[in-house]
């Protein structure tokens, strides 16, 4: 029996049998506008030889992470720094043909596996900088610090790249407002719900909440990402109408926050499972465009909503 307020998404067999008849499998080289908007379930590595070169704007990898852990059956097994990176570098240039010249890429890693990424990416592409953000969960350790936080390594192919900063600025609370000489407000504004200072972001990000199972956007993948984590990338570093790749696509957040952001997605996963999952989330897209901490075309700070009206206070719980 669930909880009255889960709101995990799950699948039936026939939701099962619904949305995979939707994927797409590739044995040939395929053309850009029979992907488009599609997911295709398949292992990325045997996909990609069939992928077309030079259409993807944004490129968002998430890979399994250096730990030994089970994939779909499969263990991925810990290796050492450079075995992972060399792992990285037999699929990695070959699936950069596919980015545009003007494309950038968001690469994830955690900890243990980071350092590889960095020693790939450097030699192929232009690194820009390393975001580091808060995952605010996971487990207490009685001889090491708790590991909480995460990597995004942010490169581009070239100095000419997307990077739209009015789009992703965050409205964070004055604590301690600063007046001018004349009694005015300095760089914050000051409203009846409280004080509030739009800033530029930053590459450390503290405002992301996991998806748990009160969260319309909960899925049972293990490691999913937060739709709003999702959608500073895409909105930063990609326009309307522009084609976001994820080729370890899991439950689907980051084609479904292209869709309900205007833009189009082209997806891959192995699990069949986690395809039927991403499918039923784009179809909830179609008339629900909400992401949660994201509203009004600002990204709004952690527990920022209790001084918002009670407007904005319902569409931004648990921001």
């Known amino acids: 029996m669930r909880a009255a307020r889960n709101r995990t998404l799950t699948l039936s067999s026939d939701e099962m049998r619904h949305f995979g008849s939707k994927l797409l499998r590739l044995s040939e080289p395929t053309p850009i506008h029979v992907l488009l908007n599609k997911t295709v379930h398949q292992d990325v590595f045997e996909a990609l ?26 263990v991925f097994r810990a290796r050492s720094v450079e075995e992972y990176g060399d792992w990285i570098e037999s699929w990695f240039p070959e699936l950069l043909r596919t980015l545009k010249p003007t494309g950038s890429v968001y690469f994830c890693a955690d900890w243990k596996s980071s350092a590889a990424v960095h020693l790939v990416v450097q030699k192929y592409l232009q690194v820009r900088n390393r975001i580091t953000w808060e995952r605010e969960k996971g487990r207490g350790a009685r001889t090491n610090w708790k590991n909480c936080s995460e990597d995004i390594w942010f ?149 920022s909503f209790p001084l918002l009206s009670g407007h904005l206070h319902r569409r931004l719980r648990m921001a």
């Open 155 to 303: 490169c581009t192919k070239s100095e000419h790249f997307s990077f739209n900063l009015d789009a992703v600025k965050v409205k964070r609370r004055v604590v301690a407002p600063y007046r001018n000489a004349n009694g005015a407000p300095k760089d914050w504004d000051e409203t009846i719900h409280g004080n509030y200072r739009l800033t530029h972001p930053s590459n450390l990000w503290t405002d992301l909440t996991i998806p748990f199972w009160s969260m319309p956007e909960n899925t049972e993948h293990s490691t999913q990402k937060p739709e709003k984590l999702l959608a500073r990338i895409i909105l930063c570093s990609s326009n309307p109408e522009d084609v976001v790749f994820d080729p370890f696509l899991g439950s689907g957040t980051t084609s479904v926050v292209a869709k309900k952001l205007g833009r189009s997605y082209v997806g891959i996963e192995v699990d069949p499972r986690y395809c039927c999952l991403a499918e039923k989330r784009l179809e909830s897209a179609e008339h629900d465009k909400k992401i949660q901490g994201f509203a009004d075309g600002v990204f709004w700070d952690r527990n």
């Open 49 to 74: 030889s069939c992928l077309p070169d030079n259409w993807a704007d944004l490129l968002f990898l998430d890979p399994p992470y250096n730990l030994t852990k089970s994939f779909n059956g499969n």
